[in-house]
């Protein structure tokens, strides 16, 4: 069961009273952050204030600029290390140019925000299945090359004793795969991890692959793998479909100076419906990137993003 997201804004609002979560002990941090950042029996009370800590720091990046500025502040993870967090409240305000008792709204505002986040979080975190589940996996598309070039960087956890193959195999549209037209064109070469004893083509798709790693895993034991994709062709969108649980996903795409006319955001859409899903409205940056990350990923729903040229 998830935590509730007034439990989790009330033990905000008393991290925050105190020293903040820079300075905090485990055992001022309560049951439902525990239950939300996903802290266990097994963790050690260094781990217990990491997990918290790197928790928070990323479902902040989905807070406006201001709410952001002040939660992180208040609790301590951003601005100045100060005991007090009347010295924390009057940095928002001079950071966020505003009186101190905007800067206060600012910063309830965050925390209830956050502390939704949180919630929500904890309540969709999937359960991990299958012989090994993904913990992290970060994808760097490049469409600004000859032919799409994707590094795809995976943080995998065993779940089984002895596991001496993962099995990577995935529809078109996963998360280690470019979406292509042919599967001959396809070429994969692993930078670290193992190796590669083989792919499986069925007809015109490239349906996964089988990975070795260097020695059997043991149970809970985590393994990185890096992975580099060539192709000469890709469908117009890039998503991941987990098959098990999948913690965190982060995608990088590079159009450069291609800029396409739409980028959507995809998350939680069914795979059947991608090319018939617009998504959210996504903006290039100046080096014309598009950079998105998901969290507590549902088992065998797409997540990532789609384009127009």
Known sequence: ????????????????????????????????????????????????????????????????????????????????????????QAWVAQAIDRDIRTARRRIDEGCAELALLLAEGSETAATPTGSWHTERMRVLLALDQPSPEAFVFRSVVACNESLDELDLATPLTASDQMAIHGADDVKVDVFAGGTLLRTRNGSSKLNGLTLRPPEPLRRGQKHEIALRFRAAEMLPHYVCVPKSAC?????????????PRMVGLLEKVFKNDLRSVTGTPLETDAAGEVHVRFRNLQPEFAYGIRWER
């Open 1 to 88: 069961m998830g935590s509730s997201a007034e439990d989790c804004e009330a033990e905000l609002k008393r991290l925050r009273r105190n020293r903040g979560l820079c300075l905090a002990r485990a055992d001022e941090i309560g049951d439902a952050l525990r239950t939300a950042c996903g802290v266990t029996s097994d963790d050690t009370p260094t781990r217990t204030v990491q997990k918290v800590i790197e928790a928070i720091t990323l479902q902040a990046q989905w807070l406006g600029r201001e709410q952001r500025q002040a939660a992180l502040t208040a609790l301590g993870l951003s601005g100045p290390e100060s005991r007090f967090l009347q010295n924390r």
């Open 247 to 259: 913690a965190e996903f982060a995608l990088t795409v590079r159009f450069g100076t291609r800029t």
